[in-house]
C-alpha cells in the first residue's frame, strides 16, 4: 500500500485534500481525527500533517475552498454566453464531481453542521457561489422574474449536486451504481436537457431552425 502511495503522481497537500473531503463528507467536521487522515495518506504521524494544516478547522476550510472555489470559476466562465453557454458550464461541473463525487455530501453536510465555525466557513465560501448563480441566471430574463431566481438557483443546485449528494440513497432504491460512466453520462443529457428548458433555450433553438429554414 505504500508503495503504490509513493508512485501517487498527486502532491501530498492533494492527497491530504482528497482523502479529509471523503472522511468530512462521510461523517461531518466532528467525526473525523487528524490521525485518521495522517494514517489514511500514509504519514508517518500528525505533525507531517501539520506540516500542511495548522489545525483541523484550516484543513476543513482547505477542502471546502478547493471544491467550491473551482466551481464558483466554472461558473463565471460561462456567465457571459448566458444560457447558449449552459453545456460547456455543466460538462467542467459534471466532469469535476465525477472525479470529486463527495464535494457534494460535504457541502450538504456543512449546512446541517451545528459547529458555528463550519456554519461560518461554509457561508463565506458558499455566497459567492449562490452571487455567482444568480448573476448566470440573470442572463436568461424574460424567462424567469428577479424575484424567482433564488427559488431558481436552489433548484438547479439540488438537480446537479443532489445527484451525487444522494448516490447512496440512489444505489439503494434503483439499484444501480450512480458513479459509472455510463450512469453519470445519462445524468449529463438529462441535466442539459433540464437546464435547456429551464433556460428557455428550446424556444431559442427552434426560433434559429425556422429563421434557417425560411433562408
Excluded: C
Excluded at 41 to 61: I, P, T
Amino acid at each position: 500500500m505504500l508503495a503504490s502511495r509513493a508512485r501517487d503522481p498527486r502532491s501530498t497537500r492533494d492527497q491530504i485534500l482528497d482523502a479529509a473531503e471523503r472522511a468530512f463528507a462521510e461523517r461531518g467536521f466532528s467525526g473525523v481525527s487528524m490521525r485518521e487522515i495522517a494514517a489514511e495518506v500514509g504519514l508517518r504521524n500528525q505533525a507531517s500533517l501539520y506540516h500542511h494544516f495548522r489545525d483541523k478547522h484550516a484543513l476543513y476550510e482547505a477542502v471546502l475552498a478547493r471544491g467550491v472555489e473551482t466551481i464558483v470559476a466554472f461558473v463565471a466562465a460561462g456567465e457571459p454566453a448566458g444560457a447558449r453557454g449552459v453545456g460547456a458550464v455543466i460538462d467542467r461541473l459534471l466532469d469535476y464531481l465525477a472525479e470529486h463525487p463527495h464535494l457534494p455530501r460535504l457541502i450538504a453536510r456543512a449546512g446541517l453542521d451545528d459547529s458555528d465555525h463550519v456554519g461560518r466557513t461554509a457561508t463565506r465560501l458558499l455566497r459567492p457561489l449562490y452571487a455567482q448563480g444568480i448573476r448566470a441566471l440573470t442572463t436568461t430574463r424574460g424567462v424567469w422574474a428577479p424575484e424567482e431566481l433564488p427559488f431558481v438557483g436552489a433548484g438547479l443546485y439540488h438537480l446537479i449536486f443532489g445527484y451525487f449528494a444522494n448516490a447512496s440513497l440512489f444505489q439503494a432504491v434503483v439499484g444501480a451504481d450512480p458513479h459509472t460512466p455510463a450512469a453519470v453520462a445519462r445524468q449529463r443529457r438529462f441535466v442539459k436537457t433540464a437546464l435547456r428548458r429551464l433556460l428557455g433555450v428550446p424556444a431559442a433553438e427552434r426560433a434559429v431552425r425556422a429563421a434557417r429554414r425560411e433562408s
